[in-house]
Nanobody, 127 residues
Framework: QVQLVESGGGLVQAGGSLRLSCAASGRTFSSYAMGWFRQAPGKEREFVGA?????????YYADSVKGRFTISRDNAKNTLYLQMNSLKPEDTAVYYC???????????????????WGQGTQVTVSS
């Protein structure tokens, strides 16, 4: 069983920063792909970013966050991070951490590539 717990969400002004955390437990994650997704009210869940393997490798980002958001991890803490800078009101959403089989390319962008999900953390960006 895999457990993912997100934290770090909150209310921030436009232009500000937040760092989301995803604490992972229950399995060895070294070979797992890890992704971040978000869902705004009334919209479908969408891809934000991913790293193809927990223990390193290529990262992918949605065009809407490229250059502003960065994925990193702390292996000792089994924690994945999403550093979000230059936040915009359109970044307001519930953010989810997900884990799945290692992926590459477009596969990493698909919700169906991830079998494990956290409960989400709310990010609200005020204008």
């Amino acid at each position: 069983q895999v457990q993912l717990v997100e934290s770090g969400g909150g209310l921030v002004q436009a232009g500000g920063s937040l760092r989301l955390s995803c604490a992972a437990s229950g399995r060895t994650f070294s070979s797992y792909a890890m992704g971040w997704f978000r869902q705004a009210p009334g919209k479908e869940r969408e891809f934000v970013g991913a790293i193809i393997r927990w223990n390193g490798g290529r990262t992918y980002y949605a065009d809407s966050v490229k250059g502003r958001f960065t994925i990193s991890r702390d292996n000792a803490k089994n924690t994945l991070y999403l550093q979000m800078n230059s936040l915009k009101p359109e970044d307001t959403a519930v953010y989810y951490c997900a884990a799945g089989d290692s992926c590459s390319g477009a596969v990493c962008y698909a919700l169906s590539s991830y079998g494990y999900w956290g409960q989400g953390t709310q990010v609200t960006v005020s204008s």
